[in-house]
Structure formats: structure tokens, C-alpha cells
């Protein structure tokens, strides 16, 4: 019987680092079976796989009950990725755990440690047996609230992997396509906002700014612009967010006009066909300027120093609306962050240590 490992996956950002995985997996042991169990915010990410698996989907708020169907003995491991949102990936940390099967978890981001391991707050009772991170600072935040060093294996962010062979691969002809998907003159300038769910990822925290207000404010400077210089502006929507998310918004600012990217168009590719990136704290900043396109997280009424991107002085920050105003009046010096991430190796760093410890 050939050797199975059940995959968990919630929401997009834990999917796209076990995808990476998996792609690993799949290329160099073809002999490794998989099933997948998946909720429909992560099933986009894995909707490229070229091969015949078996998927089950749930909602991203299960019970004990609901993982009765689970065939534990078959499985000698499972691979998770981490969410924010819902509980899936910590019921079947725990069901696992009941049933003594080792669980691997993928860490994706440095923020929100507790909500993605907690069941029952202030217990971190749904940590898995192995927690993959991606270097040594997320180590020590997770260490910091309580996480024994012996749970964490540095291995850095498999969703980099790519980031190099995409840059190499990058021409004028993705950039005409990114274009034409978008219905714009091949000669415009665009500058792209990356969107997240922060209002309702951070709804407990209270926070007295959202994506809402931040495209506010990026619309409101950018209307200030005169119209013969004054950029595009495209909203890449986070894969959770619905497309008409942003409606009001882009009615009332009708004369910047606009666009939110289509969810067929590659994220990569628009990036680097945009002058620069705006953003609040995703991941995809940290890709940007791995992609070496000029970067920004946007905290215009907010000051919050814990994004990733500015604790490892990867990402610009703009706080104030005048500093934003110089950037679209192309009157300041864009800056090209140094990247710190040796990129390239954590699917197969991730995929041998898994071997190692169970196969």
C-alpha cells in the first residue's frame, strides 16, 4: 500500500505555502498519495494541480463530528496550513492528535499567532507536532506567547519558491496581456492596490482604519493629481473578497477610473507591470519587493510598525497623505527595499524533513 498523507487547508494564504508543497511532492515522489480536505476559500489555490486527487470539501467552522468519516489509520501524516478565520485546520490538529497521527503545520505570515493555534483562547491547544516558519523572527514571536522552541523548524516561506524563475521569466508580452485583460491603453501607467480582508480578519481588535479607509484615502489623494499625469489605479482583490466589495467607493472617485483586476489575471505579472504597489499588511507586498517593484504600505490615519514587511525594512511605509501625493507626483525617490529571504528551497527543505521524521 503506498504511503498517504491528508492535507488541510482553509484559507488561501496557509493554501498557497502547502500548494507549494505538494508541487514539490508531486515532482520528486510520485509514489506519496494525497487527499485533500479543503474549504472553498482554499480549493482556488489548488484548482492548477495537474493531477487526479481527492478533495472533500468543508466549511471552515467543522466539529468533532463532522471528521467521523476520516480514515485516520490510512494517513502517516497530516500537512495543514494555518488561518486566522474558522476552525478546520485546529479540529483536525486535535483529531489527529486523538488518533496518533503526527501533524505538520505552514506557517505563511508573522502576524496572529495565537488565533491560528487556539481552540480555546490563551491555551494554544491546537499547535501540531512540527510548525514550519518561515525564519528565525517568526522563531521568536512564536516562542514570545508561549510555543516551546521544540514544535518550530525554520524552513522558510515556500509561496517565494517561484519568485525568482517569475521575475527571470517576465517580458513585454505578459505585461500587453495584463493590458488587455484590463480594457487599458498599453501605454498607460498603472500603480496597483492590493486589497485584504482586514475588517473582518481584525474585527475584534477594533481598529480604527480598514481597506475601506484606505482606499479612501489613496482615491482622494490621487484625485488631486493632475489628470495628464495621473495614474491608473487597479484593485487586486484578496481571494476572499467579493468583486463588487469596492462599488461605492469606485462610483464616487467615477473620473479616476478605476479597475479591479479579474481573478484570471496573474497577480505576479500585474504586479510588476505597475509602476509601484500600495498596500496595508499582506503577503504579497513582501512578493512585490521580491519582484523588485516599488512597494508601500499605506497607514495614512494609523501607525502600526508590526507588519513583517516593515519590521524586516523590506517595505516602504507612507503615513500621511502629502507623502502619498509626492509618490503619485512621481516627486520622490522610488526605493527598491533589500530583499532578506533566501528564496528557492523551503518546499524541498519542508518535503525532506516531513520524510525524515514519519515516511
Not at 152 to 176: C, H, L, Q, T, V
Amino acid at each position: 500500500m503506498r504511503e498517504r498523507i491528508l492535507v488541510v487547508c482553509n484559507h488561501p494564504g496557509g493554501a498557497s505555502v502547502v500548494k507549494a508543497v505538494l508541487d514539490y511532492f508531486f515532482k520528486h515522489h510520485p509514489e506519496l498519495e494525497f487527499d485533500l480536505c479543503l474549504t472553498l476559500h482554499s480549493k482556488k489555490v489548488f484548482r492548477s494541480l495537474n493531477k487526479k486527487i481527492n478533495q472533500t470539501i468543508f466549511n471552515e467552522d467543522v466539529s468533532f463530528a463532522d471528521t467521523k468519516n476520516i480514515l485516520w489509520k490510512d494517513y502517516k501524516c497530516v500537512l495543514l496550513g494555518t488561518s486566522i478565520g474558522g476552525n478546520i485546520e485546529k479540529i483536525f490538529i486535535q483529531q489527529a492528535r486523538n488518533n496518533n497521527i503526527t501533524t505538520f503545520s505552514i506557517l505563511d505570515h508573522w502576524c496572529n499567532y495565537e488565533d491560528r493555534f487556539e481552540l480555546e483562547v490563551g491555551t494554544l491547544d491546537a499547535l501540531p507536532d512540527m510548525l514550519f516558519v518561515p525564519d528565525n523572527l517568526a522563531s521568536l514571536d512564536l516562542q514570545e506567547i508561549g510555543v516551546d522552541r521544540s514544535y518550530i523548524y525554520i524552513s522558510g516561506n515556500p509561496a517565494f519558491d517561484k519568485i525568482k524563475k517569475i521575475k527571470e521569466e517576465f517580458s513585454d508580452m505578459y505585461k500587453k496581456h495584463i493590458f488587455d485583460s484590463l480594457s487599458i491603453d498599453y501605454k498607460s501607467s498603472i500603480c496597483t492596490f492590493v486589497s485584504e480582508p482586514v475588517s473582518v480578519d481584525h474585527f475584534s481588535k477594533k481598529l480604527n482604519y480598514s481597506e475601506f479607509t484606505i482606499l479612501e484615502n489613496i482615491c482622494n489623494v490621487l484625485e488631486q493629481v493632475d489628470i495628464k499625469n495621473r495614474l491608473l489605479l487597479i484593485i487586486k482583490l484578496h481571494p476572499r473578497e467579493d468583486k463588487d466589495k469596492f462599488d461605492e467607493i469606485i462610483s464616487k472617485y467615477k473620473a479616476l477610473n478605476i479597475k479591479i483586476s479579474p481573478s484570471s489575471v496573474d497577480r505576479y505579472h500585474l504586479v510588476q507591470s505597475s509602476k509601484f504597489v500600495l498596500g496595508i499588511d499582506s503577503i504579497m507586498l513582501l512578493e512585490s519587493t521580491l519582484l523588485e517593484v516599488p512597494t508601500y504600505s499605506v497607514q495614512i490615519g494609523y501607525q502600526d510598525e508590526s507588519f513583517i514587511g516593515i519590521r524586516l525594512g523590506m517595505v516602504n511605509v507612507i503615513f500621511d497623505k502629502l507623502e502619498l501625493l509626492k509618490l503619485f507626483e512621481n516627486k520622490n525617490k522610488f526605493e527598491n527595499k533589500e530583499t532578506l529571504f533566501d528564496y528557492g528551497i523551503a518546499s524541498k527543505t519542508i518535503s525532506q524533513k516531513i520524510l525524515q521524521e514519519v515516511l
